[in-house]
């Protein structure tokens, strides 16, 4: 399965301080394909890179790290949770090729259209 990850808009405040990516990822898989939309909000704590400097890498790198999100539950104990999502969304993907592979494979082209070996 190859992956490619395109990176979509950059939405930028004040300096040049890139704040949120709009990014799409598509795997294919022989004549398969699937594809899934993210956006990933960036913290002021990621390195700043001049917004004429950055290349799709750097930004790839940002949204690539790991994420901690933290929140206070109904008994006012904070939970939090680490989200990667480059693993997220390459399993989504498969997935989606995966259910694409078997709907194929439960439809087969009708027995009399098919040509002789």
């Known amino acids: 399965m190859e992956f490619?990850?395109?990176i979509n808009k950059l939405t930028v405040v004040e300096d040049n301080l890139v704040v949120k990516v709009d990014l799409t990822i598509?795997?294919?898989d022989g004549d398969l394909s699937a594809s899934a939309a993210y956006t990933r909000t960036l913290t002021r704590g990621d390195s700043f890179v001049s917004y004429g400097q950055l290349t799709e890498q750097q930004v790839l790198a940002w949204c690539?790290?790991?994420?901690?999100v933290t929140w206070t539950d109904k008994d006012d104990v904070e939970q939090s949770v680490t989200r990667h999502l480059q693993e997220y969304a390459e399993a989504q993907?498969?997935?989606q090729i995966a259910s694409q592979l078997a709907?194929?494979?439960s439809e087969p082209a009708l027995p009399w259209t098919q040509i002789p070996a």
């Open 26 to 28: 598509t795997g294919t």
């Open 103 to 105: 709907q194929k494979q």
């Open 64 to 68: 690539f790290a790991p994420e901690v």
């Open 4 to 6: 490619k990850w395109s």
């Open 93 to 95: 993907v498969i997935g």
